[in-house]
Structures are given as structure tokens and as C-alpha cells.
């Protein structure tokens, strides 16, 4: 079992930046791919952003391209979202994951550990 929990969210006007942690704690012995999803209210869940078990291989979601940065600190056992240029849209409850395989994946169905998700708040 591994265990995620996400912080750093909250409140913050349009144009700012935040940054998310996702702190793993149990099995984690191994490192694993891991990725931040994120699910706005009335929608379904959506891929933000993966990195793979060593951090050289990032993915991104077109909408966040250029804006977020994922990265990961593995002697932390940690992985953050850092996000600039926030918009009104990027307001949503993000949820990190774990997938226990060899690569990282855009996909919710591919990850099997899931954190308890943070809220980020983008005001106008």
C-alpha cells in the first residue's frame, strides 16, 4: 500500500502561481511513476501532468503546457505541480497518484494509488 498526501492548494487570483506537494509514505521502497489529475466541478476527472520514476521524462496536458512544472525529489519521497499564469478554468480539486509500473501514464485508469486531492481556487 502506499499512501499520498496532498498540500499547497488554495486560493489565488488569476495571473499567480501555486505550487502543489504529494507526499508518499508506505511501500515506497521503489520508486514508481506518478502524476497529478485534476477534476473541476461538473466534470470528469482530467490528466494535468506525469513524471516517470527517475524525473527525466515528463508529460503534460495541452491545457497546462508551459504554465506547470512537475517534478519529484525521491529521497523526499515527494512530487510537485508547480503552477504559474493560473486561470479561472485551472480551479479544481488535484489529485496525485501513483502507478505501479515502469512508465508514466496520462490515463486515471493506469495509476493505482490516489491521494485524498487539494483544492486550487483561481479568482478573477
Known amino acids: 500500500q502506499v499512501q499520498l498526501v496532498e498540500s499547497g492548494g488554495g486560493l489565488v487570483q488569476a495571473g499567480g502561481s501555486q505550487r502543489l506537494s504529494c507526499a508518499a509514505s508506505g511501500r515506497t521502497d521503489n520508486t514508481y511513476p506518478m502524476g497529478w489529475f485534476r477534476q473541476a466541478p461538473g466534470k470528469e476527472r482530467e490528466f494535468a501532468a506525469a513524471?516517470?520514476?527517475?524525473?527525466?521524462?515528463?508529460f503534460y496536458a495541452d491545457s497546462v503546457k508551459g504554465r506547470f512544472t512537475i517534478s519529484r525529489d525521491n529521497a523526499k519521497n515527494t512530487v510537485y505541480l508547480q503552477m504559474n499564469s493560473l486561470k479561472p478554468e485551472d480551479t479544481a480539486v488535484y489529485y496525485c497518484a501513483v502507478r505501479r509500473g515502469i512508465g508514466a501514464a496520462t490515463t486515471s485508469a493506469r495509476y493505482e494509488y490516489w491521494g485524498q486531492g487539494t483544492q486550487v481556487t483561481v479568482s478573477t
Open positions: 513524471i516517470s520514476r527517475s524525473g527525466e521524462t515528463t
